[in-house]
C-alpha cells in the first residue's frame, strides 16, 4: 500500500516568510509524528499526534512551530517568520497506533531559509 | 529520561566482513528498542526492533541486533556486509511511557568494494 506521503520535497524560502509543510500519513495510522533533521544531526522530535487527543508539542522549538491534525489524517506544520537556522529537513511519520509498533517515515521536506 | 548514544560517526567494512554498528540506551524503565537506515535523499526505513522475549532480533536485508540489558546496549550486526548496506544508520529508544522515540546522531556506514 501507500507509504507516508510528503509535500513539498522542496521548499526554499526568503527569511521572514511563513512556509506550510505537509504530510499524508499512512491510512488507518492514528499516530503520527513530526522530527527535524539538520545537517550532520540526528532527528529531534517536534509534535506527536494520537487519535482525537491533544498533541504532545513538548519538542517544539520556539512558538513560530504550529501543526495541526485535520480530521486525524492529514496534517500540516506551519513555521511563521522563517529563520536561517530553520533550515533542515522536515520528516513526518506515522505509526498504528501509540505503543511498541515502528514508525513508518516519509521521504521528507528539505526547507532552505535564504 | 531517556537517551541513546552512537558512539561512532564512521564505520568502514569491506565487503563480504561482519560489520557492526553500535548503539547503547538510557532509560529508567522498560526500553523498546529500533534500528532504522537512511538512504541518501531518502526518508527513514525501519529495520528492526526489540520489545521484549529473546535477546536477537532479525530484521530486513539479513541484519540483526542484540539486546543486552546488563551493557544496556543493542549493536546491530550483519555476518557479511554488500556495498549496498553503504547508508546512515540510525538507533533509537523509547520508554514505556513515552511517546516519541528518541533517536541517536547516527553512523555513516561505508562497505567496500
Do not use: M
Not at chain 1, 45 to 53: A, E, K, R, W
Not at chain 2, 82 to 102: I, K, M, P
Amino acid at each position: 500500500g501507500a507509504g507516508v506521503s510528503q509535500s513539498p520535497s522542496n521548499k526554499v524560502t526568503e527569511k521572514g516568510k511563513d512556509v506550510e509543510l505537509r504530510c499524508d500519513p499512512i491510512s488507518g495510522h492514528t499516530a503520527l509524528y513530526w522530527y527535524r533533521q539538520s545537517l550532520g544531526q540526528g532527528l529531534e522530535f517536534l509534535i506527536y499526534f494520537q487519535g482525537n487527543s491533544a498533541p504532545d508539542k513538548s519538542g517544539l522549538p520556539s512558538d513560530r512551530f504550529s501543526a495541526e491534525r485535520t480530521g486525524g489524517s492529514v496534517s500540516t506544520l506551519t513555521i511563521q517568520r522563517t529563520q536561517q537556522e530553520d533550515s533542515a529537513v522536515y520528516l513526518c511519520a506515522s505509526s498504528l497506533r501509540q505503543g511498541n509498533h515502528e514508525q513508518y517515515f516519509g521521504p521528507g521536506t528539505r526547507l532552505t531559509v535564504t | 529520561a531517556q537517551s541513546v548514544a552512537q558512539p561512532e560517526d564512521q564505520v568502514n567494512v569491506a565487503e563480504g566482513n561482519p560489520l557492526t554498528v553500535k548503539c547503547t540506551y538510557s532509560v529508567s524503565g522498560n526500553p523498546y528498542l529500533f534500528w532504522y537506515v537512511q538512504y541518501p535523499n531518502r526518508g527513514l526505513q525501519f529495520l528492526l526492533k526489540y520489545i521484549t522475549g529473546d535477546n536477537l532480533v532479525k530484521g530486513s536485508y539479513g541484519f540483526e541486533a542484540e539486546f543486552n540489558k546488563s551493557q544496556t546496549s543493542f549493536h546491530l550486526k550483519k555476518p557479511s556486509a554488500l556495498v549496498s548496506d553503504s547508508a546512515l544508520y540510525f538507533c533509537a529508544v523509547r520508554e514505556g511511557s513515552a511517546r516519541q522515540l528518541t533517536f541517536g546522531s547516527g553512523t555513516q556506514l561505508t562497505v567496500l568494494p
